[in-house]
């Protein structure tokens, strides 16, 4: 009986990195199958297992488990797939691609992890993947210090920018466009990293970019809404110490279980409440 019930708690801590590892595994097999192309099995299977690693580390209380992850995903979509293999994998790669009817690179990026994978694993592509956050997350404002601002509003100005950027292009009809959209790619990542270090000192928040000005939300939150990992707080041992929500990067309130709580579509799966909850009842 002891034995039994030491496999099931086993297979529960360990439940949500063979979900992830098998989701991107699917994805993988399928993308290598249907497009006769090698490059899928090793990209969604190198990603997927990163973030299997990643969840594996946490369940045994390794202190740097998601910073592991923001690097190994994070440099290899920024420098590998980036710079290396000229792949722009920002907002407006993903509409040139769209533009061009191209279903692949960046277009199948942002259906797996910003479109549609969101569904199942809400924003954790902010957490544990984004090549600029994972720069960001290093800043000193791990907490942030100031409240809130109203600003969300000039995500969607950058949503439109990078959208009318790429129209622009094919509308004017430039030429050498793999050239330009390389260039956007470097130069785009380069003011969105000032940017993200401006606002962090700024407004004393290292997450101040993501909350006011990264265009990416306008795909993940609709979808996050209806995750299916989601943090949830026992509310039968819950103390309302406010711990959680004091740790929280994104501000969620955690103390609400609805959907609709307060910035509850921007939960990154960080982990910070369930470290810090002392009854712990904050769980995954």
Same mark, same amino acid.
């Given at each position: 009986?002891?034995?039994?019930?030491?496999?099931?708690?086993?297979?529960?801590?360990?439940?949500?990195?063979?979900?992830?590892?098998?989701?991107?595994?699917?994805?993988?097999?399928?993308?290598?199958?249907?497009?006769?192309?090698?490059?899928?099995?090793?990209?969604?299977?190198?990603?997927?297992?990163?973030?299997?690693? %990643? !969840?594996? @580390?946490?369940?045994?209380?390794?202190?740097?488990?998601? +910073? =592991?992850?923001? #690097?190994?995903?994070?440099?290899?979509?920024?420098?590998?797939?980036?710079?290396?293999?000229?792949?722009?994998?920002?907002?407006?790669?993903?509409?040139?691609?769209?533009?061009?009817?191209?279903?692949?690179?960046?277009?199948?990026?942002?259906?797996?992890?910003?479109?549609?994978?969101?569904?199942?694993?809400?924003?954790?592509?902010?957490?544990?993947?984004?090549?600029?956050?994972?720069?960001?997350?290093?800043?000193?404002?791990?907490?942030?210090?100031?409240?809130?601002?109203?600003?969300?509003?000039?995500?969607?100005?950058?949503? %439109? !920018?990078? @959208?009318?950027?790429?129209?622009?292009?094919?509308?004017? +009809? =430039?030429?050498? #466009?793999?050239?330009?959209?390389?260039?956007?790619?470097?130069?785009?990542?380069?003011?969105?990293?000032?940017?993200?270090?401006?606002?962090?000192?700024?407004?004393?928040?290292?997450?101040?970019?993501?909350?006011?000005?990264?265009?990416?939300?306008?795909?993940?939150?609709?979808?996050?809404?209806?995750?299916?990992?989601?943090?949830?707080?026992?509310?039968?041992?819950?103390?309302?110490?406010?711990?959680?929500?004091?740790?929280?990067?994104?501000?969620?309130?955690?103390?609400?279980?609805?959907?609709?709580?307060?910035?509850?579509?921007?939960?990154? @799966?960080?982990?910070?409440?369930?470290?810090?909850?002392?009854?712990?009842?904050?769980?995954?």
């Amino acid at each position: 009986m002891e034995k039994e019930w030491h496999t099931m708690n086993t297979l529960k801590k360990y439940l949500p990195s063979l979900i992830i590892f098998s989701i991107f595994e699917a994805v993988a097999i399928t993308l290598w199958l249907s497009k006769d192309n090698l490059f899928y099995l090793f990209n969604f299977t190198y990603i997927g297992g990163f973030l299997a690693l %990643g !969840l594996v @580390l946490y369940a045994r209380k390794y202190k740097y488990a998601r +910073q =592991v992850v923001q #690097l190994g995903v994070g440099l290899y979509m920024l420098v590998y797939l980036g710079l290396m293999c000229n792949e722009n994998m920002q907002i407006e790669g993903f509409w040139y691609y769209l533009f061009l009817g191209v279903f692949e690179a960046a277009t199948i990026h942002y259906a797996v992890a910003k479109i549609f994978g969101p569904l199942v694993f809400g924003r954790g592509w902010c957490g544990y993947a984004c090549w600029t956050a994972m720069v960001l997350d290093f800043l000193p404002y791990k907490q942030p210090e100031e409240p809130r601002r109203k600003l969300g509003f000039l995500r969607y100005v950058m949503f %439109g !920018l990078s @959208l009318a950027f790429v129209s622009g292009l094919f509308l004017l +009809q =430039v030429q050498e #466009l793999e050239t330009v959209m390389f260039w956007s790619f470097v130069i785009g990542n380069g003011l969105y990293y000032a940017a993200g270090i401006a606002l962090a000192f700024a407004f004393k928040d290292n997450r101040a970019f993501c909350k006011y000005l990264c265009p990416i939300t306008v795909f993940l939150k609709p979808a996050s809404y209806f995750s299916l990992m989601r943090i949830t707080v026992d509310t039968d041992r819950c103390v309302s110490c406010g711990k959680c929500k004091q740790v929280c990067p994104m501000n969620v309130d955690l103390l609400n279980p609805a959907r609709s709580r307060a910035n509850g579509t921007e939960c990154i @799966l960080c982990m910070n409440c369930v470290n810090a909850c002392p009854k712990e009842a904050v769980k995954l």
